[in-house]
């Protein structure tokens, strides 16, 4: 019988939006099967997968049920549910990137931490229990003002993150468990994009520069390479470099970074998947990110 596929294999990607879609591309070129699983019927990847099913991400029954069958399960966003995720690790589905890595990530105060016990630069912050008890450290001169204030979980593009300047803005933020983190005087955002294989090793697209729009909070344009020096490039790979190796991650790690009006190299946040700064790759790079 011909076979037109390249393996038995199935791989499943929880979120079914656009950087999924674009993963599809490759996979479609490759005859690579696949599974998609999102909660809306519209989704952008429903048309290029081999199976697509609707589902809540953060259900738990239902992303068990999505990966049992499967080989390889990948993510395209990072809001899913991880208790299905460790269990499915536990029967033997290779999930990358691994499920305690994503537990991490989801929660911003926890990366933090994760960021302080693996020795790797980042600015100052202290963690606040919920909006009341941050008020209260404002109150008694803990914290002082300005100060960027970041929501613990559901932080995506910047909904969760503000510069706050003054009682006013402080009143404006949202409820919740929280950080009040040093505002960093910022030259440039850079960004390095670390690939890594599960026997541990590892590849570095070139540092980017990224220009954010100043209200949209997201990235407008990528600058492949970063306008810095040699020796500025290479402490942001380093940098990268050393958070790849604290998480031990399988595939992709954009490692976000500040470079600093003193030239430091801070670790802003990671996103353990493609990243909007390494699109430019598809057309760039021999080997694009997807
Ligand atoms: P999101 O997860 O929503 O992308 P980020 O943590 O990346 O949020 O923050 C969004 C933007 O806010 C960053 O790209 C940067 O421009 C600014 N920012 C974040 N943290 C700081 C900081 N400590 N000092 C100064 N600017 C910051």
Not at 140 to 167: A, C, L, Q
Not at 187 to 214: A, N
């Amino acid at each position: 019988m011909m076979r037109f596929f390249s393996g038995q294999h199935t791989i499943g990607i929880l979120g079914g939006g656009q950087l999924g879609k674009m993963l599809l591309n490759i996979t479609r070129q490759w005859d690579i099967r696949t599974k998609v699983m999102d909660p809306s019927d519209q989704s952008p990847c429903k048309i290029s997968c081999n199976q697509f099913v609707q589902a809540n991400l953060m259900d738990y029954d239902a992303v068990i049920k999505f990966g049992e069958d499967l080989d390889i399960l990948t993510i395209e966003i990072e809001n899913v549910n991880t208790d299905a995720l460790l269990v499915l690790e536990n029967q033997g589905v290779r999930v990358y990137p691994q499920a305690a890595i994503l537990k991490i990530i989801q929660n911003k105060c926890r990366q933090k931490e994760f960021y302080i016990k693996n020795k790797i630069p980042t600015a100052s912050y202290q963690l606040f229990e919920s909006k009341e008890l941050l008020k209260d450290a404002v109150a008694r001169g803990f914290v002082s003002f300005p100060f960027v204030w970041k929501s613990e979980s559901m932080g995506y593009d910047g909904y969760g993150v503000k510069i706050v300047r003054s009682n006013q803005d402080l009143e404006n933020i949202n409820e919740g468990a929280c950080m009040a983190e040093d505002l960093v005087s910022i030259d440039k955002e850079l960004g390095v994009i670390v690939c890594r294989s599960y026997k541990g090793e590892t590849q570095t697209y070139p540092c980017v520069e990224m220009e954010f729009h100043p209200e949209a909070n997201q990235v407008e344009y990528v600058l492949s390479p970063a306008r810095i020096s040699k020796p500025i490039a290479e402490k942001a790979r380093k940098v990268a470099l050393s958070v790849s190796k604290a998480f031990k991650h399988v595939g992709l790690l954009a490692v976000e970074l500040f470079l600093t009006k003193e030239g430091e190299i801070l670790v802003n946040e990671v996103a353990p998947r493609p990243h909007n700064s390494g699109h430019y790759s598809i057309e760039a790079s021999y080997t694009s990110q997807f």
